[in-house]
């Protein structure tokens, strides 16, 4: 089992900036990939940034060129940097830790952007 604990959501100005935090705990040897999904009211959960353990990243095209993931391995914490936030980038962000055989989910950490 992994146990993912999200933190760093809350309501921002359009432009501004936020920093989300997930840490890791339990079976994390057994994770090889972490990211961020969001999901807004009345729509489907989608992939804002993935990870791997080597550091390799993707990003949805959405927030390329504005959001940054990282992780820091000692830490068993992956992070989401959000920058130049846009109103359409308010969600409730999920971290998710995929192992080879199943994922977890963290129970969410709201992020709202006034205009």
């Known amino acids: 089992q992994v146990q993912l604990v999200e933190s760093g959501g809350g309501l921002v100005q359009a432009g501004g900036s936020l920093r989300l935090s997930c840490a890791a705990s339990g079976s994390i040897r057994s994770i090889n990939i972490m990211g961020w999904y969001r999901q807004a009211p009345g729509k489907q959960r989608e992939l804002v940034a993935t990870?791997?353990?080597?550091?390799?990243?993707n990003y949805a095209d959405s927030v390329k060129g504005r959001f940054t993931i990282s992780r820091d391995n000692a830490k068993n914490t992956v992070y989401l940097q959000m920058s130049s936030l846009k109103p359409e980038d308010t969600s409730v962000y999920y971290c998710r830790a995929q192992g080879p055989l199943i994922g977890y989910w963290g129970q969410g950490t709201q992020v709202t952007v006034s205009s």
């Open positions: 990870i791997t353990s080597g550091g390799s990243t």
